[in-house]
């Protein structure tokens, strides 16, 4: 009897704590990914009520559709740059923010500024100093350089894109640099001192080892960032010139919503999904490794 | 010796405030050419304004629907955030404090869901929620939103609630609180910078965010700022003056906030990256 009472006010006590997040969680998460596991087994237009099976067509369909490879191949390069530069950049940003210089606080709130504005804003924002700022500064000092917008041309439109995500993403990832710096005690790097090391042996030796669950963080966070970028890439040039700058969220996007093939365009996010686990998961893995004890 | 410290820290000042200024330079810009009329943005988008007009102000302010959109935002960010933080700390306490097969489980799937990407989920979301009927309602939104916000939540409360001792808690249930009362008298208050850190973290998201709202969010009404933005500048690409005070407009809210909590903004960052 007693021991009745207990489970049935443990099972109350774990449903009303634990049982709206877990009900909300798995019908917003769990439900929809397992369904669209099965979604990209149909055909579904997106109209009908009713879709058909057609086995593995959608992931054929994936290996077909040179449009993704090319937008996919494109986001791998977007990747690969915006994640070196937006690192180098915040940790440069930080480790000039830590030595208790004059007024570092503004610095920091400055360069954390665009992490405050989405990225439909920042692309707005660019847009205009791309196509007209640096085009009117172009053509009054003559810089051919700047005469023509540079989202018009397939190429620097992508470095535009690189660009923008650098100057958004680099103030957040400085953040996290910082309290990483702090992080490292400071009795070590005396001791260091007093040994002789001078300022670069203290970062190579010391510094950089210490930092590695920072860097773990960081590359981790601008990775997914950068796989799923589309704000910025919707407002900043819509995949333009000549679908030049379509990241594969966008062409997803697209296949799903605009040309109502939703069995299609879940399998290519679902391929997705997949290397971009991959590709983290590595990464988490090699850099645990590299990790070391203070 | 003293010397070349401090030249070098000179250096290093003007080079952080250059690359500051590059920083801030793009919202400067926005700013000056909001008063501009079109034609002084186009003919010189560097150049002063003549005047302070306010007239793009009210042209973007009706066009937007500001108030209505505003309020939109609002509405989701401030809901969304609150049932994020209470139902993912409730959570967490209970998996830190009954600690069986099930909360381990449970915890395990959340943290490992954290690594499937938005994209992988919209599609089926939208036939889901659009067949029960459940699409352009700001409600689904918010109820989405702690779906989506939840594992990150839990995740960063799991590791504090551990931090409260079991004692505390004990000592309370001796006096007589119940279970729940415990944890709303105790525990939620000895979270609460835990709390703050989450808040913050999620409300930068939330506000801020474009493709879940322009999923869910079909009609005018509804419109959240990022999505009466954009669609504002659908229609005025061409007529730079409103839309440069428009996206001033969406801008200002965020930056009052941080003006006046820039502090503990950044701090909520810096503890939520440490995991």
Request: positive net charge.
């Amino acid at each position: 009897m007693n021991t009745e009472k207990g489970r049935w006010s443990r099972l109350r006590g774990g449903l009303l704590f634990t049982g709206p997040t877990l009900f909300c969680f798995l019908t917003v998460m769990i439900v929809p990914f397992f369904y669209g596991l099965y979604l990209t087994f149909t055909n579904w237009d997106g109209i009908s009520t009713t879709q058909s099976l057609v086995g593995f067509d959608n992931y054929l369909g994936v290996f077909k559709d040179a449009v993704f490879w090319k937008s996919f191949g494109l986001t791998l390069k977007y990747v690969l740059f915006t994640v070196i530069l937006v690192n180098a950049v915040a940790f440069l940003l930080a480790f000039g923010l830590t030595r208790g210089m004059k007024g570092q606080n503004i610095f920091r709130a400055g360069f954390f500024v665009p992490n405050l504005v989405g990225g439909i804003v920042l692309g707005l924002i660019w847009q205009f100093i791309f196509s007209q700022v640096l085009v009117y500064i172009g053509t009054k000092t003559g810089i051919p350089f700047l005469e023509a917008s540079w989202l018009s041309e397939p190429g620097k439109a992508f470095w535009s894109l690189v660009l923008v995500t650098v100057w958004q993403y680099a103030g957040y990832m400085m953040v996290i640099y910082i309290a990483g710096l702090m992080s490292v005690p400071n009795d070590i790097l005396e001791a260091a001192s007093i040994d002789g090391a001078n300022g670069w042996t203290k970062l190579g030796r010391i510094t950089l080892p210490l930092m590695v669950p920072s860097f773990v963080v960081c590359i981790f966070l601008t990775l997914q960032r950068g796989f799923m970028v589309y704000d910025v890439n919707l407002s900043l040039t819509k995949g333009g010139p000549f679908k030049s700058t379509e990241m594969v969220s966008m062409h997803v996007y697209g296949k799903a919503f605009l040309s109502r093939d939703y069995g299609l365009g879940q399998a290519e996010a679902l391929v997705l999904f997949l290397l971009v686990t991959v590709i983290t998961l590595l990464q988490v893995y090699f850099s645990k490794k590299l990790e070391v004890e203070a | 010796m003293a010397g070349t410290k401090a030249y070098s820290g000179w250096v290093k000042t003007v080079v952080l405030s250059l690359l500051l200024v590059l920083f801030v330079f793009p919202f400067l810009l926005l700013l000056l050419n909001s008063f501009k009329e079109n034609t002084a943005i186009t003919s010189n988008p560097l150049g002063l304004p003549e005047s302070f007009d306010l007239a793009n102000y009210s042209k973007a302010f009706d066009y937007m629907n500001y108030f209505g959109s505003f309020f939109n935002s609002l509405i989701i960010t401030v809901c969304s955030v609150l049932i994020i933080s209470l139902f993912a700390a409730m959570t967490a306490h209970y998996f830190v404090r009954n600690n069986t097969k099930f909360s381990q489980y449970t915890f395990l799937m959340m943290v490992a869901s954290m690594i499937i990407p938005f994209q992988a989920i919209m599609i089926p979301l939208v036939k889901i929620y659009g067949s029960l009927n459940m699409l352009d309602n700001k409600w689904s939104l918010i109820y989405m939103y702690l779906g989506f916000g939840c594992s990150l939540a839990v995740f960063i409360y799991h590791g504090f609630v551990k931090g409260v001792p079991a004692e505390l808690e004990e000592a309370a249930q001796i006096d007589g609180c119940t279970r729940t009362q415990t944890f709303f008298r105790i525990v939620f208050p000895v979270l609460a910078p835990t709390t703050a850190t989450i808040s913050i973290l999620n409300v930068l998201w939330i506000w801020n965010d474009y493709l879940l709202p322009s999923l869910v969010l079909i009609s005018p009404g509804n419109r959240t700022l990022p999505l009466s933005t954009y669609s504002f500048y659908g229609t005025y690409s061409v007529d730079y003056g409103p839309l440069m005070a428009g996206l001033v407009l969406t801008i200002l809210p965020i930056m009052i906030v941080y003006l006046f909590a820039q502090k503990y903004i950044i701090q909520g960052v810096m503890q939520g990256s440490i995991k």
